[in-house]
């Protein structure tokens, strides 16, 4: 937990010194990509954290996904012609959807310990809209840099240095959870 808040920390201070706005593609992607193996090759390499992952509640690795209601504001952002259509809308749209279902899931409690294939469905759906995400942003990026700078800016700018790569290892995390699950007696 400690770590995960200096991550956080680290996070907010960039973005206010502005050292996610110096960032040029592809700079931003490899440092979603390598945040989101640093964490997933931690929680395979270090037994500890491992053990704590694999214990941990899974109504808290998907209550983490309500932050994805952050989808409002990619609409409000390309409202504004901070964010472009291709982006902000699909992704918008699609994170507010899968924000909504992980109430659902959440609210569902005991049915998903018995039926982890709603667990399993709403996984596969909230991974591919993140992956989805993440490529369209690094594309759109790629192609016209400018086009994506209000992810460089705080508050966004804690989304590709904290949030995304949490949100995804997280669905990798449901992945091997429900696999332990499935082998269960």
């Not at 209000?150 to 705080?154: D, T």
């Given at each position: 937990m400690l770590v995960g808040l200096v991550w956080l920390l680290v996070a907010i201070v960039a973005g206010a010194i502005g050292a996610t706005q110096r960032l040029q593609?592809?700079?931003p992607q490899i440092l979603v990509l390598a945040l989101t193996g640093a964490l997933v090759l931690?929680?395979?390499a270090v037994a500890s954290f491992r053990r704590w992952l694999m214990d941990l509640d899974w109504r808290v690795i998907v209550g983490l996904h309500l932050s994805r209601f952050v989808g409002v504001d990619f609409l409000w952002q390309y409202r504004r012609g901070e964010l472009p259509y291709a982006f902000a809308v699909p992704g918008g749209i699609g994170d507010v959807v899968i924000a909504l279902l992980a109430c659902g899931v959440l609210a569902s409690g005991r049915t998903v310990a018995r039926r982890p294939h709603l667990l399993l469905a709403w996984n596969a759906l909230g991974c591919a809209d993140i992956l989805y995400v993440v490529l369209t942003a690094a594309r759109l990026a790629l192609a016209e840099p400018r086009s994506m700078a209000?992810?460089?800016?705080?508050p966004l700018s804690v989304l590709p240095t904290f949030l995304v790569p949490l949100i995804i290892a997280s669905h990798i995390l449901l992945f091997a959870r429900l696999r332990r699950w499935r082998r269960a007696p």
């Open positions: 593609p592809p700079g931690g929680g395979w209000a992810l460089q800016r705080l």
